[in-house]
């Protein structure tokens, strides 16, 4: 099968959940359309207080610096715990990010809003944690199946461990680490929600707020918008990993004749 091929299905998914995404976002009649017949009872359908567009720019702002974060610290730690100088420490880096996803985030947000005070930034704090786990363990796992004899053979052409590296080892593991990126930002997305009950914002707010006025369409409305933009953002990275792996594949389904 070749790499358009299989990049087929995200992309349908991908233009299918951004569609419904614009929908529902744009159009705020549509959730009366839609939830009246099965809540007759509700009074009020659409979450008031903010724009679903502004939730979802919220939204979007937690998830990015954090997994930015998450992405950046995550795969330098992974790289330099696989490195000859720090591969003692390895063991450890393991046991630190494991610590970081088994910690709840709810608890990591009761610790950081005494210290930096309601808003975003607890919320990007505990998404950072949460979303290192991932990165790392696909880093250290991507870079260590990578074997001794490729690396001995790009430094007996003369490149330096730095350039072995970049131009031959992250190539090779670019597949594995972009699915724990692709994890980590999933994650990030659903967990994100829960920023709202530290006044961040985001699609969590309609959740939050049908809880406390027991408004079931104020929960579907965020619940929903979440699952699509977990969902879109899945199939955008699916297509990116789709486009990443080592030249010899590229090279193969070439000579099948087949388009690229």
Known sequence: ???????LLPRTIL???????????SWG????????PIMPDVQEY??????????????????SVSSTLSILVGMGTGILATRSFGRD????????????????????????VPSVGFGAEPAIIALFLYGLLPVVRNTVGGLEAV??????AAMGMGMTELQALWRVELPLSAKVIMAGIRTSVVINIGTATIGATIGAGGLGAPIITGLASDNTAFILQGSILA?????????????????????STQAGEKEDGQPQ
């Open 147 to 152: 074997t001794p004899a490729v690396r001995e």
């Open 227 to 247: 699952a699509l933009f977990a969902i879109i953002a899945d199939a955008a990275l699916d297509i990116i990993e789709n486009q990443l792996g080592p030249a």
């Open 29 to 36: 009649g549509i959730w009366e359309r839609l939830l009246s």
């Open 1 to 7: 099968m070749t790499r358009r091929r299989r990049s």
């Open 46 to 63: 659409l979450y008031p207080r903010v724009g679903l567009w502004t939730l979802t720019w919220q939204h979007c702002v937690l998830v």
């Open 89 to 112: 420490f390895l063991p450890a880096v393991n046991s630190l990010v494991s610590v970081g996803q088994t910690f709840p985030p709810v608890a990591v947000l009761a610790l950081a």
């Open 15 to 25: 233009l299918s959940a951004a569609a419904v995404y614009i929908v529902l976002a």
